[in-house]
Antibody
């Protein structure tokens, strides 16, 4: 069974930085594009970022563009999200999700359990 | 960007009865490749989202056949033929046609009455 395990979430002050990780296992990580999707407390789902199978193509939601950086290490079966200049409104559970390489328009088919980021002074 | 609008936002249903959720997009979701990238997700209480249906009507592996998706262009629906207790949760539609970004609906909370 596919496994996606997020880590790195914590309480951080506004303006701070944090790096999230997503460890993938039980599938060929390099064959799947990856996403980060977040969910603020009691709210709905918001797509954050996408990275292609090779890492050469990345996209971001307008709300995080210029502050967040997505990356992946296919040798380590890992996905990352570097989050800088954090704001209160970035407080959310962050999920990583995988999409079959050519079927990314169908959205993530599998999701991790999420990691909580709390931005507060 | 495309806006996805779901209704109702709250859906009380009696066990064994059918349920239907509507999802409307602000633009046609028919892609130039001929596909319509409309996806439904289920999020049970305290759990991660789970994809149920993609491209309007294709069920993911393991999804019970009491779940069905339909619609076209800008108007879509998720139907549950007979609601079971395990169906409680929030349901989201999402478009991928005009990606990026993916756009999610606000979510519909299904509860047992």
């Amino acid at each position: 069974e596919v496994q996606l395990v997020e880590s790195g979430g914590s309480l951080i002050q506004p303006g701070g930085s944090l790096r999230l990780s997503c460890a993938a296992s039980k599938f060929i990580f390099s064959s799947y594009s990856m996403n980060w999707v977040r969910q603020a407390p009691g709210k709905g789902l918001e797509w954050v970022s996408y990275v292609s199978t090779s890492g050469g193509l990345v996209y971001y939601a307008d709300s995080v563009k210029g502050r967040f950086t997505i990356s992946r290490d296919n040798a380590k079966d890992s996905l990352y999200l570097q989050m800088n200049s954090l704001r209160d409104e970035d407080t959310a559970v962050y999920y990583c999700g995988r999409s079959a390489g050519g079927a990314y328009k169908d959205g993530p088919s599998d999701w991790g359990q999420g990691t909580l980021v709390t931005v507060s002074s | 960007d495309v806006v996805m609008t779901q209704s109702p936002l709250s859906l009380p249903v009696t066990l064994g009865q059918p349920a239907s959720i509507s999802c409307r997009s602000s633009q046609s979701l028919v892609h130039s490749d001929g596909n319509t990238y409309l996806t439904w997700f289920q999020q049970r209480p305290g759990q991660s989202p789970r994809r149920l249906i993609y491209r309007v009507s294709n069920r993911d592996s393991g999804v019970p056949d009491r779940f069905s998706g339909s619609g076209s262009d800008t108007d879509f629906a998720l139907k549950i033929s007979r609601v079971e207790a395990e169906d409680v949760g929030v349901y989201y539609c999402m478009q991928g046609t005009h990606w990026p970004p993916y756009a999610f609906g606000q979510g519909t909370k299904l509860e047992i009455q």
